[in-house]
């Protein structure tokens, strides 16, 4: 959504953390903002997409208004044939007093990863570089062969959706992989079971 309404969604353009965009929950350490402190959009994207900060994820919501950039959310997914999918606020987070969740499938989010590949690489792009801090248990943690290489990835947990991993990468003849795992046990574990597909897929 970001990214598609560039009108605005400057990159250069500066916000200031509001006290509602500073008190999201379940942020990394990193990601968690301040009220009143300033960044840009692309300084914002940034933070979402590597340290998973629900802080940036919502400030950036607030410049086009938080319900009208999940309405963009649920419409996209419309768009794309995300039959599976309903977003309920712009973090992912299990909202408080709700019976409605965020959800989505493996089928779904391996469309959406296709989608974002061909259209916006950037994202993916982004999720590999290398922050101030290491992120545990992240996708630079995986193992490829020697002819292969990281597309990209994102990592989630909620204690509903428990913990997920979406994580691409191609070989040296272009080949694209999409792997996805949903409802892993702890953060610590998702890796090793990522790693056992990649495993697998490299046996076939």
């Not at 649920?74 to 965020?102: I, M, R, W």
């Not at 779904?108 to 290491?134: C, M, R, T, W």
């Not at 062969?145 to 989630?156: F, H, P, R, S, V």
């Amino acid at each position: 959504i970001i990214l598609e309404n560039p009108q605005n969604y400057d990159f250069s353009r500066v916000l200031t953390i509001s006290k509602k965009a500073a008190n999201q929950g379940n942020v990394a350490n990193y990601g968690n903002l301040r009220e009143g402190e300033k960044f840009n959009v692309k300084q914002l994207l940034d933070l979402m997409l590597i340290y998973s900060s629900n802080d940036a994820a919502f400030a950036l919501s607030e410049i086009i208004g938080v319900e009208n950039f999940i309405e963009k959310m649920n419409q996209k997914a419309k768009e794309l044939g995300l039959n599976n999918t309903h977003f309920v606020n712009p973090t992912g987070l299990d909202p408080k007093n709700s019976e409605y969740l965020n959800c989505s499938t493996a089928k779904d989010l391996v469309k959406l990863a296709q989608y974002i590949f061909l259209n916006h690489p950037i994202i993916f792009e982004i999720s590999l570089k290398k922050g101030s801090y290491p992120v545990e248990n992240g996708i630079s943690n995986l193992i490829l062969l020697e002819n292969q290489k990281i597309i990209g990835g994102k990592t989630g947990y909620t204690k509903k959706a428990k913990s997920s991993l979406i994580f691409l990468f191609k070989d040296d003849k272009e080949n694209i992989f999409i792997n996805v795992i949903l409802g892993i046990e702890s953060e610590e574990t998702r890796i090793g079971e990522m790693q056992k597909l990649i495993d697998w897929l490299n046996l076939i």
